[in-house]
Every structure is written in C-alpha cells, then in structure tokens.
C-alpha cells in the first residue's frame, strides 16, 4: 500500500491552483471538470503523476460553495523542504501567509514552520537534509 493523495475542500478552485503551484512550487497534475455533479477537481504535487509514488493533494472545488468551516480534527499537511528559513522567504515573496517562522520545534532541535493557503488550512515545513 502506498498514500496516494489529501483531498482538500477549496472555496475558490483557480485560487487554490496559484496558491500550490505559484507559492508552495507543486505542479498542477491534472484537472477533471463534472459538470452535471456539480465539482470541479485539480491534483497538485511535487512529482509529475502519481506513477511516480508522491503524494498528492487532491483541491475539490463544490460549484457554488465559497468556503468551509474549519474542522476541530483538521491538523495540517507537511511538506519536507531543505530548507526551511528560505522556503519562508519565497513564500512570502510569492504573497504567502507565513504564520509560523522557521525555528527549531518547542522542545527539540528540528526547523520547522506554517503556512496557511488561502482556505486557512495549515501546512507545516519540516527541514530536511536531501
């Protein structure tokens, strides 16, 4: 077994699209348009389909349905980067919310942030080496 992809609610699918490739640097994979049952969908990652093993991120935009009420369970979406301090400050050129700026964890030594895309879900950046 392998995850194959998140789906996210989005209140604004072309938004969301800019905001995943444009800000966080993912490719857009594919879209698929249902008309007659009312969704539109894109599927964003870092790789170029999901026959490669990554990940994905699955944006469903309801016709008519601007927003959603954020969930209690919800956490986050994390993304590994190699480095985090930077990420932030391509994000942020990009016009991304940075809610969180890279530091170690509370407790621990890893580098860490938030960014929140403009649904208000968070996405945490881990630090990673390669």
């Given at each position: 077994m392998r995850l194959l992809h998140t789906?996210?609610?989005?209140?604004?699918?072309?938004?969301?699209?800019?905001?995943?490739t444009k800000v966080l640097?993912?490719?857009?994979?594919?879209?698929t348009e249902r008309p007659d049952q009312k969704y539109s969908?894109?599927?964003?990652?870092?790789?170029?389909?999901?026959?490669?093993?990554?990940?994905?991120i699955e944006l469903t935009y309801?016709?008519?349905?601007?927003?959603?009420?954020?969930?209690?369970?919800?956490?986050?979406?994390?993304?590994a980067v190699p480095d985090a301090y930077a990420a932030c400050a391509k994000i942020k050129a990009a016009?991304?919310?940075?809610?969180r700026e890279a530091g170690p964890v509370k407790g621990g030594?890893?580098?860490?942030?938030?960014?929140t895309d403009p649904d208000g879900?968070?996405?945490?950046?881990?630090q990673r080496e390669g």
């Open positions: 789906m996210l609610r989005v209140g604004d699918l072309q938004r969301s699209i800019d905001f995943y640097g993912m490719n857009l994979i594919r879209t969908l894109a599927f964003v990652g870092f790789g170029r389909g999901n026959a490669e093993g990554e990940a994905e309801n016709h008519g349905v601007s927003g959603y009420e954020m969930g209690g369970a919800y956490g986050h979406i994390a993304i016009g991304g919310n940075v809610t030594s890893t580098v860490i942030a938030f960014v879900y968070k996405i945490e950046l881990i």
